[in-house]
């Protein structure tokens, strides 16, 4: 190994470390969107509307569930009898009236579930209205809760706003972090890639073996960071079981992919940039 080697290899390591901690960064950020974007799907999902039947008729309220399930913000609807509407009243409230009524006022009623893609308070107002219109006297009424939807539905879009900007904010930060650390490490090279010109080496001679060196390089810092990103997402479902939920494989796997992908495409990017900025350069600008 020459001096020159010597003197540049700890430079490369830099390097590699920079923009593995970077593509961390970056991993982590699309993680906590993934799981934000997950919950505020499963929250959605679990608001429960409930049609109020009049009808009894088995064959009637098969014909009505059928037509609710029609409508694509639907996601899934089900029968619930009163037996099943005092069950859960009990366990809403944690209490059971039996105790001081001996008959069960509930109505039978079907509940059904938005989806979360569809999930706003004119989507349900609208289905809530068509049923209402197809269903005149076998309908007694169809409840929701208008706030809770209004304000998750609020509170769901400001949130994607201010972790979209931030996420946007801290890329660039990232990505110009790890452009001025590649910068950094061809700058050590600018003589060399200098006098290859000057001997007469065409520019892809020259840029064969230090792109050769940033696509290793960027290929090593990816696998440190995939190494790392998936030692925090064991560690976090080990050490709160509920994100095993939003923390799927799939998601992982997407996350890996565009972390090794993008700091790939930066790396070569980046050092196309510099090398070429040292070629169109002037000797005495060097310095």
């Known amino acids: 190994m020459n001096t020159y080697q010597r003197r540049n290899r700890p430079k490369y390591i830099y390097t590699i470390v920079g923009v593995a901690v970077v593509q961390i960064i970056i991993g982590i950020m699309g993680w906590f969107y993934m799981d934000v974007v997950k919950i505020s799907t499963i929250f959605k999902e679990e608001v429960r509307i409930s049609a109020y039947l009049n009808t009894t008729t088995p064959d009637s309220i098969k014909y009505i569930q059928n037509y609710i399930s029609s409508f694509s913000a639907v996601k899934k609807t089900e029968f619930i009898s009163k037996d099943?509407?005092?069950?859960?009243?009990?366990?809403?409230?944690?209490?059971?009236?039996?105790?001081?009524?001996?008959?069960?006022?509930?109505?039978?009623?079907?509940?059904?579930?938005?989806?979360?893609?569809?999930?706003?308070?004119?989507?349900?107002?609208?289905?809530?209205?068509?049923?209402?219109?197809?269903?005149?006297?076998?309908?007694?009424?169809?409840?929701?809760?208008?706030?809770?939807?209004?304000?998750?539905?609020?509170?769901?879009?400001?949130?994607?706003?201010?972790?979209?900007?931030?996420?946007?904010?801290?890329?660039?930060?990232?990505?110009?972090?790890?452009?001025?650390?590649?910068?950094?490490?061809?700058?050590?090279?600018?003589?060399?890639?200098?006098?290859?010109?000057?001997?007469?080496?065409?520019?892809?001679?020259?840029?064969?073996?230090?792109?050769?060196?940033?696509?290793?390089?960027?290929?090593?810092?990816?696998?440190?960071?995939?190494?790392?990103?998936?030692?925090?997402?064991?560690?976090?479902?080990?050490?709160?079981?509920?994100?095993r939920i939003v923390n799927s494989i799939p998601n992982q796997i997407i996350i890996f992919a565009v972390v090794f992908l993008l700091g790939l495409c930066l790396c070569l990017f980046s050092t196309i940039i510099s090398v070429s900025k040292y070629l169109n350069s002037k000797i005495e600008e060097l310095y």
């Open 84 to 243: 099943q509407a005092k069950e859960i009243w009990n366990k809403e409230n944690n209490e059971d009236w039996s105790k001081v009524l001996d008959y069960n006022p509930l109505p039978e009623s079907i509940d059904f579930y938005m989806r979360s893609s569809s999930f706003s308070k004119d989507s349900i107002m609208f289905i809530a209205h068509a049923i209402q219109q197809k269903f005149p006297t076998q309908i007694a009424a169809i409840v929701y809760p208008p706030i809770l939807i209004t304000n998750l539905k609020e509170a769901s879009d400001k949130i994607g706003l201010i972790f979209i900007l931030m996420s946007l904010i801290l890329i660039l930060i990232s990505v110009v972090s790890i452009d001025n650390t590649i910068k950094l490490a061809v700058f050590s090279n600018r003589f060399l890639i200098k006098t290859m010109q000057l001997v007469g080496a065409k520019p892809f001679f020259i840029m064969q073996p230090i792109i050769y060196r940033s696509v290793i390089n960027g290929i090593i810092s990816s696998i440190i960071s995939i190494i790392g990103l998936l030692f925090m997402f064991q560690s976090a479902n080990f050490f709160f079981p509920p994100l």
